[in-house]
């Protein structure tokens, strides 16, 4: 089975505070995404990776970046906490290739993020 | 620009009783649909999936969907609903070209009365 992870299912931090959201995938996906979720907004993509050190902004990557040093592991990066930024975050992971299917994306659990 | 519709933001159903839930996509070509199903607390779960060929699909935990060329739609549908499938279910569709991004509904979200 396809196993995403994230580091943390509860954080808390403070205004102004830098945040890292780890995201482990075991399956070799070449791509990778971070979303937020956030009530009758449904899941909006912030950044995806589609290869080592490569990058591409969503639909709301202001506020963020994200880090892929290695093809396993993605990384979400809050430069300074927001209220704002309080949200449940989710990664995810595809293969462009193979049985699972193009397109299918597997997640993790979540990460929910609040910022005081 | 690609996007998708879900009407319906809360449902509520019998247990026992049948559902279907509304999604409605525009896409100008043959679109990749999604269902997806998040329980409490968790992540996203695939429940099924349409790349092409037969219109009706077949996913997991009872579940069903029909694609509808002419109504833009892809609904979701199961004849007897479980306390189990409380949840919220999103539709999505695949965004094109090589990015491999989908495009999320805002969710539904099921309640289930014994």
């Known amino acids: 089975d396809v196993k995403v992870t994230q580091s943390s299912r509860y954080l808390v931090k403070r205004t102004g505070e830098k945040v890292f959201l780890e995201c482990v995938q075991d399956?070799?996906?070449?791509?990778m995404f971070w979303y937020r979720q956030d009530p009758g907004l449904g899941l909006r993509l912030i950044y995806f990776s589609y290869d080592v050190k490569m990058k591409e902004k969503g639909d709301i990557p202001e506020g963020y970046s994200v880090s892929r040093e290695k093809k396993e592991r993605f990384s979400l990066i809050l430069e300074s906490a927001s209220t704002n930024q309080t949200s449940m975050y989710l990664c995810?992971?595809?293969?462009?290739?193979?049985?699972?299917?193009?397109?299918?994306?597997?997640f993790g659990p979540g990460t929910r993020l609040t910022v005081t | 620009a690609q996007s998708v519709t879900q009407p319906d933001i809360h449902i509520t159903v019998s247990e026992g009783a049948s559902l279907e839930l509304r999604c409605n996509y525009s896409y100008g070509a043959t679109p990749y649909l999604f269902w997806y199903v998040q329980s409490p607390g968790q992540g996203l779960q695939l429940l099924l999936k349409?790349?092409?060929?037969?219109?009706l699909v077949q996913g997991i935990k009872g579940f069903e969907a029909e694609f509808k060329r002419s109504q833009s739609s892809f609904n979701l549908r199961k004849p007897s609903v479980h306390w189990s499938d409380a949840a919220e279910y999103f539709c999505?569709?695949?965004?094109?070209?090589?990015?491999?991004?989908?495009?999320f509904g805002t969710g539904t979200l099921l309640a289930v009365q014994p």
């Open positions: 399956m070799d996906h070449e791509n």
């Open positions: 995810a992971s595809s293969s462009i290739t193979g049985s699972t299917g193009f397109y299918e994306q597997y």
């Open positions: 349409y790349f092409s060929g037969d219109t």
């Open positions: 999505a569709v695949a965004s094109g070209g090589a990015t491999n991004k989908l495009i």
